[in-house]
């Protein structure tokens, strides 16, 4: 059986198992530039966890020794860990994948004026969160001047060779809804967006992810505030399709925090949920070198519905389009 965490008291999530790992998701800590209202992982300027080199070091390790096909970085902003450079340097010697969870306005931060010539240098996959083509509604997500500042940021990397077709250059959009909904169909919206931020401003982008909030930390408290909470928590488990249980990330990935210590998955991680290795409370990536992992149960929770609700969401985007397509 999986390990159920009660973060919500009606039925329980499906039991889940780890199939073969090939992606490798590490927090390189909490600190950002920005700090939005539908953040997951509270991240913002104040913050101060970042990875150390040490614990970079581990990890590109057990990146070679466990033959990690995909390398997804993440944060808060992970570009403002000093160490950031180094680990796409050298994941992406070792011929492995490396996406960059990039927020956009960190592109035109002072000291981070070069990364997006870095990121193209590398051939580094973007993954940017614009949730809306509209100015008036990511501004008010993720605050004042967010929009133009994303604006700017894509127009750049467009000019480096990201989001064309046959450019070679990966660039793919997020969408989050701005409160407690489910998001709409991702194809129907990537049309959109493609049409609207080439016919408004000239950009191009590969694919647009949607993805569901996920009601724990800095949205949680928002829901709790007005009293919906509890209303969002039953929109997604009704919502719940058991089709995208075969395609959540949490059985092909687990996720590294800013310490070294591992989980089933990003979201697991904010909410204290360590994988669980042979009875053991935590483990560090340190000591996973000779661990199989296939098989093993996922600790799950309420929250969990969040990735399975609808067309279901994860890291990659709407599940039953992303199985359709493989």
């Given at each position: 059986m999986s390990a159920v965490h009660p973060i919500i008291k009606t039925a329980s999530f499906p039991p889940l198992r780890r199939a073969r790992l090939t992606t490798?998701?590490?927090n390189l800590g909490y600190v950002c530039?920005?700090?939005?209202?539908?953040?997951?992982?509270?991240?913002?300027?104040?913050?101060?966890?970042?990875?150390?080199?040490d614990t970079v070091k581990q990890v590109l390790h057990y990146l070679r020794a466990a033959e990690i096909t995909t390398l997804d970085i993440t944060g808060g902003a992970p570009e403002m860990n000093p160490h950031f450079r180094e680990l796409v340097i050298?994941?992406?010697?070792?011929?492995?994948?490396?996406?960059?969870?990039?927020?956009?306005?960190?592109?035109?931060?002072p000291g981070y004026?070069?990364?997006?010539?870095?990121?193209?240098?590398?051939?580094?996959e973007i993954v940017a969160s614009l949730p809306c083509y509209l100015e008036d509604n990511v501004d008010k997500q993720r605050g004042d001047g967010v929009f133009q500042a994303s604006l700017?940021?894509?127009?750049?990397?467009?000019?480096?060779?990201?989001?064309?077709?046959?450019?070679?250059?990966?660039?793919?959009?997020?969408?989050?809804?701005?409160?407690?909904?489910?998001?709409?169909?991702?194809?129907?919206?990537?049309s959109d967006y493609k049409r609207e931020l080439f016919s408004r401003y000239g950009i191009v982008f590969n694919r647009l992810y949607t993805l569901?909030?996920?009601?724990?930390?800095?949205?949680?408290?928002?829901?709790?505030?007005?009293?919906?909470?509890?209303?969002y928590m039953r929109l997604?488990?009704?919502?719940?399709?058991?089709?995208?249980?075969?395609?959540?990330m949490c059985r092909s990935l687990i996720s590294v925090d800013w310490r070294g210590y591992l989980y089933d998955c990003d979201f697991n991680q904010m909410l204290d949920l360590p994988l669980r290795i042979n009875g053991k409370a935590r483990t560090h990536i340190s000591a996973l070198m000779d661990t199989d992992l296939e098989g093993r149960p996922i600790v799950i929770g309420g929250h969990c519905?969040?990735?399975?609700?609808?067309?279901g969401s994860s890291c990659g985007g709407a599940l039953n389009e992303e199985m359709q397509q493989s």
């Open positions: 490798l998701q590490v530039n920005q700090q939005c209202t539908h953040c997951h992982v509270n991240a913002g300027p104040k913050r101060r966890e970042l990875m150390s080199r050298a994941a992406r010697s070792e011929g492995v994948r490396v996406m960059d969870r990039c927020n956009l306005t960190i592109l035109e931060q004026e070069d990364m997006a010539q870095f990121l193209a240098g590398h051939q580094v700017r940021a894509l127009q750049k990397l467009n000019r480096l060779g990201y989001g064309a077709e046959d450019g070679g250059l990966t660039l793919n959009l997020v969408y989050n809804p701005a409160g407690p909904s489910l998001p709409p169909p991702q194809a129907a919206l990537e569901a909030n996920m009601p724990i930390n800095r949205f949680a408290a928002v829901l709790k505030k007005e009293g919906r909470y509890q209303d997604l488990q009704d919502a719940h399709q058991d089709a995208n249980l075969d395609g959540v519905y969040g990735c399975t609700a609808g067309q």
